[in-house]
């Protein structure tokens, strides 16, 4: 079979852990025997940042301005702990939240859904996919560990100097504590809100927003004043054509709805509210590793991900020589979705094809009963085997290579 030629590169930024194990694994084994591939890596390995001071990942956020499409392995957040673990010079900020300060955007999440792991939510029969916004807010923060009596302000300075203060809070030297400052921006917010309200047209599903503008009056408050005026100025009508609603919802209201709803919706989530529910969402469908994530910008690049870690427990099992059964639905979905957007960008049929095919192969796989162990506790009926890591990636192989032949 001749392979599949590229035009352009896609950014590959590979990471740690278990992850980065099957990370060459799924190039070798699902995509270098199809297609020629392209891309520009940068190792993301906790060392190398902390090797080049986290230049690189700077640098891989850069060369996503240029090729707008990457892929991304699931990389170590240090906290003290690994900060000991790898000897690092610092606790490196989250390479995810750096590179989405950069980029913008939001990130959708979307289970990927197979028939024999039905979700434990029993009433939920079409996905819930999660939108969520990827700019600012706690990823952005600055603080404070507070160890001496003192005043806690909020201060803004403007550009001419004119100092606008709120007192936070008093410390009277009786106990230590913390201080945590955050921003976001309304063009950011606006973009988000753009980005949810057309990827529910497009979906066809209804819309909705939550936060807590009922604690939060100025901060939260103006997230969902961004949502309402932009649904009222540009998506009512629209959404009226499409059979869809847009709704918003106090937090707390919002995922006490959700648990009963039928699903089939696109929950639009603030940074924070999207990383745990998205997490949740997910394991409801059986495993952190059924659910595709992308992070979609406003200056139209694709940053495609998995939305589990490095999957550390199973590393160390790998580590002590044991066969371990990683799930890698996600990451090889990461690659399906970056190749099928370098294809839709080129014009390329063949590597839109091949993307399907490879997604295709994978739900298959499962479908038949052949499934890491972490997601087979929950399928019915049960599989007869558990797979390993490496023979789920040979499975899927053996699926792809006749979808592809047919
Ligand atoms: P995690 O790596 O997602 O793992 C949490 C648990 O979920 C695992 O212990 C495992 O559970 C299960 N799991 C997740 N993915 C799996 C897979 N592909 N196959 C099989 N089981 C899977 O999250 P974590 O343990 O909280 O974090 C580990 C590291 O990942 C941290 O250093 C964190 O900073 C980093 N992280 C990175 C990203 C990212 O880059 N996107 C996201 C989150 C966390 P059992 O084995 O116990 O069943
Ligand atoms: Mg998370």
Same mark, same amino acid.
């Given at each position: 079979?001749?392979?599949?030629?590229?035009?352009?590169?896609?950014?590959?930024?590979?990471?740690?852990?278990?992850?980065?194990?099957?990370?060459p694994?799924?190039?070798?084994?699902?995509?270098?025997?199809?297609?020629?591939?392209?891309?520009?890596?940068?190792?993301?390995?906790?060392?190398?940042?902390?090797?080049?001071?986290?230049?690189?990942?700077?640098?891989?956020?850069?060369?996503m301005?240029?090729?707008k499409?990457?892929?991304?392995?699931?990389?170590?957040?240090?906290?003290?702990?690994?900060?000991?673990?790898?000897?690092?010079?610092?606790?490196?900020?989250?390479?995810?939240?750096?590179?989405?300060?950069?980029?913008?955007?939001?990130? &959708?999440?979307?289970?990927?859904?197979?028939?024999?792991?039905?979700?434990?939510?029993?009433?939920?029969?079409?996905?819930?996919?999660?939108?969520?916004?990827?700019?600012?807010?706690?990823?952005?923060? $600055?603080?404070?560990?507070?160890?001496t009596?003192?005043? $806690?302000?909020?201060?803004?300075?403007?550009?001419?100097?004119?100092?606008?203060?709120?007192?936070?809070?008093?410390?009277?030297?009786?106990?230590?504590?913390?201080?945590q400052?955050?921003?976001?921006?309304?063009?950011?917010? !606006?973009?988000?809100?753009?980005?949810?309200?057309?990827?529910?047209?497009?979906?066809?599903?209804?819309?909705?927003?939550?936060?807590?503008?009922?604690?939060?009056?100025?901060?939260?408050?103006?997230?969902?004043?961004?949502?309402?005026?932009?649904?009222?100025?540009?998506?009512?009508q629209?959404f009226?054509?499409?059979?869809?609603?847009?709704?918003? &919802?106090?937090?707390d209201?919002?995922?006490?709805?959700?648990?009963?709803?039928?699903?089939?919706?696109?929950?639009?989530?603030?940074?924070?509210?999207?990383?745990?529910?998205?997490?949740?969402?997910?394991?409801?469908?059986?495993?952190?590793?059924?659910?595709s994530?992308?992070?979609?910008?406003?200056?139209?690049?694709?940053?495609?991900?998995?939305?589990?870690?490095?999957?550390?427990?199973?590393?160390?099992?790998?580590?002590?020589?044991?066969?371990?059964?990683?799930?890698?639905?996600?990451?090889?979905?990461a690659?399906?979705?970056?190749?099928?957007?370098?294809?839709?960008?080129?014009?390329?049929?063949?590597?839109?094809?091949?993307a399907k095919?490879?997604?295709? $192969? !994978?739900?298959?796989?499962?479908?038949?009963?052949?499934?890491?162990?972490?997601?087979?506790?929950?399928?019915?009926?049960?599989?007869?085997?558990?797979?390993?890591?490496?023979?789920?990636?040979?499975?899927?192989?053996?699926?792809?290579?006749?979808?592809?032949?047919?």
């Open positions: 079979m001749k392979k599949i030629q590229m035009q352009n590169p896609i950014v590959e930024m590979d990471g740690d852990e278990m992850t980065r194990v099957v990370w694994m799924i190039k070798d084994i699902l995509l270098k025997p199809f297609v020629e591939l392209k891309t520009e890596y940068y190792d993301l390995h906790i060392k190398n940042r902390d090797d080049t001071d986290d230049k690189v990942t700077l640098a891989a956020a850069a060369a301005k240029v090729h499409v990457g892929v991304k392995n699931a990389t170590i957040t240090p906290n003290a702990a690994r900060v000991q673990e790898y000897d690092l010079k610092k606790m490196w900020k989250s390479p995810n939240g750096t590179i989405r300060a950069i980029l913008d955007g939001t990130v &959708f999440r979307q289970p990927i859904i197979v028939k024999n792991v039905r979700p434990f939510v029993r009433n939920w029969q079409k996905p819930i996919i999660i939108g969520r916004h990827a700019y600012g807010d706690v990823y952005k923060n $600055a603080e404070i560990f507070v160890d009596p003192g005043k $806690a302000e909020l201060v803004f300075t403007d550009d001419k100097g004119n100092e606008t203060r709120k007192e936070i809070a008093s410390f009277d030297g009786s106990s230590t504590g913390v201080l400052g955050m921003h976001n921006l309304t063009a950011s917010i !606006t973009s988000f809100a753009k980005s949810c309200f057309e990827y529910a047209l497009d979906q066809k599903v209804d819309l909705w927003f939550s936060s807590k503008d009922t604690i939060s009056k100025i901060y939260d408050h103006h997230f969902m004043d961004v949502f309402a005026d932009l649904y009222e100025k540009d998506y009512q629209k009226a054509a499409a059979g869809i609603e847009y709704r918003y &919802f106090l937090i209201g919002a995922i006490a709805k959700i648990m009963q709803c039928k699903g089939g919706l696109l929950w639009a989530c603030k940074n924070y509210d999207g990383d745990v529910m998205s997490d949740m969402l997910a394991s409801s469908y059986g495993s952190l590793a059924m659910m994530s992308v992070l979609v910008s406003p200056y139209g690049y694709f940053l495609y991900d998995a939305a589990h870690g490095t999957v550390q427990d199973l590393y160390y099992q790998h580590l002590k020589g044991e066969e371990v059964s990683i799930n890698s639905t996600a990451l090889i979905f690659w399906s979705g970056a190749l099928g957007k370098r294809g839709e960008m080129d014009g390329n049929k063949e590597l839109v094809r091949f095919k490879l997604e295709k $192969a !994978t739900v298959s796989t499962i479908e038949a009963g052949l499934m890491t162990g972490e997601l087979a506790m929950f399928a019915t009926p049960k599989p007869e085997k558990i797979v390993t890591g490496e023979e789920f990636l040979q499975e899927i192989g053996k699926r792809l290579k006749s979808l592809l032949d047919a």
